[in-house]
């Protein structure tokens, strides 16, 4: 399984982003898609999660209710989409599957990585 992120940028605060993760193979539903973001000096922390078997959804609280997950099974797409950016929110964001119906918020238990998109928020 390939993974690729697209759609980060710079922005101001209080804008909107759309990332997108593509994903090389068929999801079939026993896979967890999650988004993780990383900024300078810190660790990769979790933001997102979607469970492909029944489209469940889980957040951090920093973002929820500004971030969106969602799935475009057609394309074999994940979507985050981030409103009310913060400053703090700027991160390299990547996005990550794992391959059981178990959705965890830690990052080494996801088995594959895209490459990371850039997201500054900065006025």
């Known amino acids: 399984v390939q993974l690729q992120a697209f759609g980060g940028g710079l922005v101001q605060p209080g804008d909107s982003l759309r990332l997108s993760c593509a994903v090389s193979a068929p999801i079939f539903s026993a896979y967890v898609m999650g988004w993780f973001r990383q900024a300078p000096g810190k660790e990769r922390r979790f933001v997102s999660a979607?469970?492909?078997?029944?489209?469940?959804?889980f957040y951090a609280d920093s973002v929820r209710g500004r971030f969106t997950i969602s799935r475009d099974n057609d394309r074999n797409t994940v979507i985050l989409q981030m409103n009310s950016l913060k400053p703090e929110d700027t991160a390299v964001y990547y996005c990550?599957?794992?391959?059981?119906?178990?959705?965890?918020?830690?990052?080494?238990?996801?088995?594959?990585w895209g490459q990371g998109t850039q997201v500054t928020v900065s006025s």
């Open positions: 979607i469970d492909y078997r029944d489209g469940d959804t």
């Open positions: 990550a599957a794992r391959g059981t119906t178990v959705v965890v918020t830690t990052a080494a238990l996801y088995a594959y």
